[in-house]
């Protein structure tokens, strides 16, 4: 079960896991099964779920994580770590200086991301709606957000007559709640692209003052 009393604070942080390699892979085998679960849409994901589609005792899910939202942050950490991982080469790549090109490589690069593998959408929507996960999510966007203002700060990207901090932070604000009204469409290519292309519209207008 995982209902709670309405101020219990739920603690989020996996579980020490041992090091050896069985141990390792029984973890991401639970992970992954999260993910499936994720992707099909299910609703309600429990602990016991995760545990039927793992094919291991719920025992085994507890050994590891306190909580389904303990997983669901580990699915979200590795969303971040992959994130993080096309923003920093994008930044450092010489054939995105002009900001244009590099917020759309970005924003491509991450949508793409979500499409292989859906349940980084799934989880990036919990964030919107589980109070658990809110949290998380606005700490990446901090973090984020950071990159960018901090090269703002020094003149970079030509920035301009703004705040770098609120820029960078509303900017990412878009972005994430865009991505989420795009996964939300996944089963209608034809809305989701639509839906991109506005978001990529509205975060290049809304960028334009600061950065041309």
Same mark, same amino acid.
């Given at each position: ?68 939202? #303990?997983?669901? /942050?580990?699915? $979200?950490?590795? =969303?971040? &770590?992959?994130?993080?991982? %096309? *923003? ?61 203002? #901090?090269?703002? /700060?020094?003149? $970079?990207?030509? =920035?301009? &007559?703004?705040?770098?901090? %609120? *820029? ?45």
């Amino acid at each position: 079960m995982n209902e709670r009393a309405p101020l219990e604070e739920i603690d989020l942080e996996r579980r020490v896991a041992p090091r050896q390699k069985r141990s390792q892979a029984r973890i991401q085998n639970i992970v992954d099964a999260t993910k499936s679960l994720l992707e099909r849409g299910q609703l309600d994901i429990t602990t016991s779920s995760v545990a039927q589609e793992a094919d291991v005792p719920v025992s085994s899910v507890y050994r590891y994580f306190p909580n389904i939202y #303990s997983i669901h /942050r580990t699915i $979200l950490e590795e =969303f971040q &770590d992959d994130t993080d991982k %096309i *923003v920093e080469g994008i930044l450092a790549d010489p054939d995105y200086q002009d900001w244009r090109p590099s917020v759309s490589g970005m924003l491509r690069g991450l949508r793409q991301l979500i499409q292989d593998t859906p349940a980084y959408g799934a989880v990036l929507r919990l964030t919107m709606t589980t109070l658990e996960l809110r949290a998380v999510k606005d700490d990446w966007n901090r973090k984020i957000s950071e990159v960018f203002a #901090s090269r703002w /700060r020094q003149g $970079l990207d030509n =920035f301009k &007559d703004g705040d770098p901090d %609120i *820029v960078a932070r509303m900017a990412v604000e878009i972005y994430t709640s865009a991505e989420v009204i795009a996964f939300e469409k996944r089963l209608s290519p034809e809305q989701a692209d639509a839906y991109f292309d506005e978001a990529m519209t509205a975060l290049e207008r809304y960028l334009a003052p600061y950065l041309d």
